[in-house]
């Protein structure tokens, strides 16, 4: 679905961008992992990957995670990617994990603007960093995880739920 394709997608932007390698464990072990999305293993990175940009789905996703200590000696590090542009809905304050790790509204959180900046950033040591992120995309969907006119259809879908909800409002 749409959710597996986002989480397929962005992973491959954040590997490029911070030289880690994030794996979606939907694909890897067909079900969801408690408040993740992607983990770099040998990095102990993990990322939840959402649209849903409130405070609510920030303490929501701290509470899973440290709810199931199965996954404490796989992640030190716990983040945030919301597939959109977030209003601060935060103050810069760090949350106690139960790991013994510290999640850092400010440090942790990415947002479209924030992944925006990072990628500008890394554009200026990097001038093929747009391409190698293209082909990165492009290798997903040469390789049929990804259908591409699944894609178009459910962003036209999406797009769509998303306009007649600002119309109702």
């Known amino acids: 679905d749409i959710n597996i394709i986002c989480e397929e ?4 932007i954040l590997n490029r961008l911070f030289e880690i390698n994030l794996i979606a464990i939907s694909l890897e072990i067909n079900r969801n992992f408690p408040a993740v999305d992607l983990i770099d293993y040998d990095n102990k990175i993990a990322y939840q990957v959402t649209t849903q940009g409130t405070k609510e789905k920030i303490n ?11 996954i404490f000696d796989k992640v030190d590090e716990l983040n945030i990617l919301f597939l959109k542009k977030v209003d601060k809905l ?8 139960h790991n013994g790790k510290k999640f850092s509204y400010e440090n942790n959180i ?9 990628i500008e950033k890394k554009s200026q040591t990097d001038e093929n960093i747009f391409v190698k992120i ?3 995309i492009s290798m997903l969907y040469d390789s049929g995880r990804l259908n591409y006119s699944s894609i178009v259809q459910k ?15």
């Open 134 to 136: 293209y082909r990165d």
């Open 110 to 118: 990415l947002d479209f603007s924030k992944l925006i900046k990072e």
């Open 9 to 12: 997608v962005f992973g491959q």
């Open 60 to 70: 929501h996703t701290i509470e899973v995670f440290s709810r199931h200590t199965e």
């Open 90 to 97: 935060y103050e810069n304050e760090d949350v106690d994990l």
């Open 155 to 169: 962003t036209n879908h999406f797009n769509l739920d998303s306009s007649q909800n600002y119309a109702i409002h």
